[in-house]
């Protein structure tokens, strides 16, 4: 497998966009990378990457080599997955990139019950702003993404989609508190936290008051739903998320979940998602088809 080897020395390269810092990385001198480039470079007969003082960058050619470098690693990755399945060995590494709102409560639970029943396959989770886990789909650094309202895209494949309500979030000692619904029109009376526009929810209220003459003027505007929710259980104060980023149960300070009853206010979608073209890894299939049964449940 030395050519997987020299194109897991491409990709770490363009990753870290100098050759030192990937040849720790990986582990090797940086002399055996940089001549593994050249003998690439010559064979194909152009540059991957610009020689910079502080590092390289890749070249036009260099990006479509990095695309097929990609799907040829995640490819063999995929291959070895199935082989060690053959052979019972039932191990595997599923590697999820997700929003935030998932990292509170379904995304732990969903890995913990299913290591209950797989206890070797391993996960690496990535928690990021929507466009991140599109992205992180898009370079292989991700085999599935869990994202709210992603926008059109021939790149990704959705594997599901829920619909989503945007809930308004209040402290127990909150005079909301009591309510099973409210209206904008009604949170504004209180300090306001807001997603920013990297956050699936925004696009909702924008939407929203786009046809409205009500404005809201938010004392906080934040990509961290953690900073969100401090920020009004300290202040009195109100702030939105998807209605399942966490169980009112299980959220700091016992927050109260009020569902926005405002005419007009479209649901989102959470969508469970991967590359449009990838063959996922076995380990990564089971556990979509098990995470397909935690978001059904979730509805």
């Known amino acids: 497998m030395h050519n997987t080897r020299f194109l897991r020395y491409i990709d770490?390269?363009?990753?870290?966009?100098?050759?030192?810092?990937?040849?720790?990385?990986?582990?090797?001198?940086?002399?055996?990378?940089?001549?593994?480039?050249?003998?690439?470079?010559?064979?194909?007969?152009?540059p991957l990457f610009e020689r910079r003082a502080r590092g390289v960058r890749l070249t036009a050619a260099g990006e479509l080599f990095v695309a097929y470098a990609r799907k040829q690693l995640a490819e063999l990755e995929h291959t070895l997955s199935e082989i060690e399945d053959l052979s019972n060995l039932r191990r595997g590494l599923v590697s999820v990139a997700a929003i935030e709102g998932m990292a509170a409560d379904l995304l732990p639970g969903?890995?913990?019950?299913?290591?209950?029943?797989?206890?070797?396959?391993?996960?690496?989770?990535?928690?990021?702003?929507?466009?991140?886990?599109?992205?992180?789909?898009?370079?292989?650094?991700?085999?599935?993404g869990l994202v709210f309202n992603p926008p059109p895209d021939?790149?990704?494949?959705?594997?599901?989609?829920?619909?989503?309500?945007?809930?308004?979030?209040?402290?127990?000692?909150?005079?909301?508190?009591?309510?099973?619904?409210?209206?904008?029109?009604?949170?504004?009376?209180?300090?306001?936290?807001?997603?920013?526009t990297s956050l699936g929810g925004r696009g909702?209220?924008?939407?929203?008051?786009?046809?409205?003459?009500?404005?809201?003027?938010?004392?906080?505007?934040?990509?961290?739903?953690?900073?969100?929710?401090?920020?009004?259980?300290k202040t009195g104060g109100v702030c939105f998320q998807i209605q399942n980023g966490m169980p009112p149960s299980r959220m700091p300070g016992g927050m109260h979940a009020l569902n926005l009853s405002d005419r007009g206010l479209r649901h989102g979608r959470l969508v469970l998602c991967t590359e449009h073209g990838r063959a996922l890894p076995?380990?990564?299939?089971?556990?979509?088809?098990?995470?397909?049964?935690?978001?059904?449940?979730?509805?």
Not at 114 to 143: M, S, W, Y
Request: proline share 4%; glycine share 4%; with cysteine.
């Open 282 to 299: 076995v380990a990564t299939a089971r556990f979509v088809e098990h995470l397909k049964g935690v978001l059904e449940d979730a509805r």
């Open 110 to 144: 969903a890995i913990q019950a299913f290591q209950q029943t797989h206890p070797n396959i391993r996960f690496r989770v990535l928690i990021c702003g929507r466009d991140e886990v599109l992205g992180h789909l898009k370079e292989f650094r991700a085999d599935i």
């Open 204 to 233: 909702l209220l924008d939407e929203f008051l786009a046809r409205r003459s009500l404005r809201l003027q938010p004392a906080l505007e934040s990509n961290s739903f953690e900073m969100m929710r401090n920020f009004a259980i």
């Open 12 to 46: 770490t390269v363009a990753r870290t966009g100098s050759i030192r810092k990937a040849a720790e990385q990986l582990n090797v001198v940086s002399s055996a990378v940089n001549r593994r480039i050249l003998d690439i470079e010559a064979e194909i007969g152009t």
């Open 154 to 196: 021939p790149e990704i494949r959705a594997l599901m989609e829920i619909e989503q309500k945007l809930c308004a979030f209040v402290s127990p000692d909150h005079p909301l508190a009591g309510r099973d619904a409210v209206r904008l029109s009604e949170c504004v009376e209180y300090p306001l936290a807001i997603p920013d």
